[in-house]
């Protein structure tokens, strides 16, 4: 007789299945929420921009609300400006007033992300600067020396955390936030000059890109030759298939590849629970973003090889995935405009089943294919 085991976080429909592997799981649910300038309120940040006591409240209202809807473990945040904004929404919440909040390198008057989690964070590290590795540089033809990308820090720092998920063990998270779309223009260039704004629109897609070259470095280290599961979550500012999120999740191996130069591939790619998801549905309604009419997919979670199901040695694996968009607006369709206190970004959980029984779980061998 199979093992049965029940998912509270899963339609009525979905909640009786094996137990994964024929082994103990734990199941987590994390979650990415770009929370939209979240900040103190009667502080002053860039462009100006601050909250009333009363506009605060409502935002902490909404914020409160859309936590217990997600109902999540491990949360990463992006636009918080400041920890105790985020504390005092924590505070007031029965569900998370005893998780432990970080937040990287808080300054005050600068979006940052942040993490939440249920379960004990150890061995957190701040990233602002690119690993040397991963700078950007070119060698035009017939020069002698290299001409480097000035670029060399995130815009956003990201936050690395091992949290303890217990009774399974490690797992490494990753809180990235990249450079937006916005176009970057410098004095005596207008958006109404076609030119101008092809450059300033360059200037940001590099800049992400380099970004995203800068994040996959990090992630180098965390992932090659290693089995401790990784999951990368946050705003990344671009949709699953462009070019900067590929950066960042790694390029699927050829399939005319040997398994030997495979498995090196594997060991370090990323996979986007959308897509895990997608897999097993007829439909995908996957946006979390609405842009002059144009519905995008800009947070993403994403997980390591080892919560694959397809890999024949996995710790666990992705289970449902939501995205909370009903607080989106269209204003193509509408003369409303968006809320200040609610965020412009869907909000986006997946659960992920862990393998307990790690003695079980045998060393990197044959990888998903």
């Known amino acids: 007789m199979q093992n049965i085991v ?11 299945k094996p137990k994964l592997n024929n082994m103990d799981v734990k199941t987590i649910k994390v979650g990415t929420f770009n929370l939209m300038n979240l900040m103190l309120p009667n502080r002053e940040v860039y462009g100006g921009f601050k909250f009333t006591q009363e506009e605060f409240n409502r935002k902490a209202a909404w914020v409160n609300f859309m936590l217990n809807q997600m109902n999540a473990d491990v949360i990463g945040f992006q636009e918080c400006f400041h920890k105790q904004a985020l504390k005092t929404i924590i505070n007031n919440s029965k569900r998370y007033r005893d998780a432990e909040i970080v937040i990287a390198d808080e ?11 249920k379960y004990p964070i150890e061995n957190l590290e701040v990233f602002d600067r690119f690993p040397p590795e991963s700078v950007i540089y070119f060698k035009p033809r ?13 815009t956003r720092p990201v936050l690395k955390a091992d949290v303890r998920i217990k009774p399974f063990g490690l797992v490494t998270f990753y809180v990235v936030h990249l450079k937006s779309k916005r176009p970057i223009f410098y004095d005596g260039e207008s958006d109404s000059n076609p030119i101008d704004l092809a450059r300033a629109q360059v200037r940001s897609l590099m800049l992400r890109a380099a970004e995203s070259a800068a994040v996959r470095a990090l992630l180098m280290k965390s992932m090659r030759g290693k089995t401790r599961p990784v999951v990368v979550f946050g705003d990344v500012n671009d949709t699953g298939n462009s070019v900067t999120t590929r950066i960042i999740s790694g390029e699927v191996p050829e399939h005319k590849l040997p398994d030997a130069k495979k498995q090196s591939v594997w060991d ?10 997608a897999r097993r549905s007829y439909q995908d309604f996957y946006y979390t973003h609405i842009h002059n009419g144009m519905y995008e997919s800009l947070d993403h979670i994403m997980v390591s090889q080892e919560l694959v199901t397809e890999n024949p040695r996995n ?3 992705v289970g449902q995935v939501c995205v909370y968009n009903d607080h989106l ?15 412009d970004h869907g909000i986006v959980t997946c659960t992920i089943e862990l393998n307990v029984d790690n003695k079980k779980v045998q060393p990197k061998g044959k990888y998903y294919h």
């Open 107 to 117: 300054v005050g008057d600068q979006p940052r992300v942040a993490l939440l989690s």
């Open 142 to 154: 017939d020069a002698y020396e290299k001409i480097y990308l000035p670029f060399d820090s995130f």
């Open 329 to 343: 607006i269209d204003q193509t369709f509408t003369n409303d405009k968006q809320d200040k206190c609610k965020s």
């Open 6 to 16: 029940l998912d509270k976080n899963l339609p009525y429909f979905r909640q009786y």
């Open 268 to 277: 370090v790619l990323l996979y986007h629970v959308k897509d895990i998801q």
């Open 315 to 317: 710790q666990g694996r």
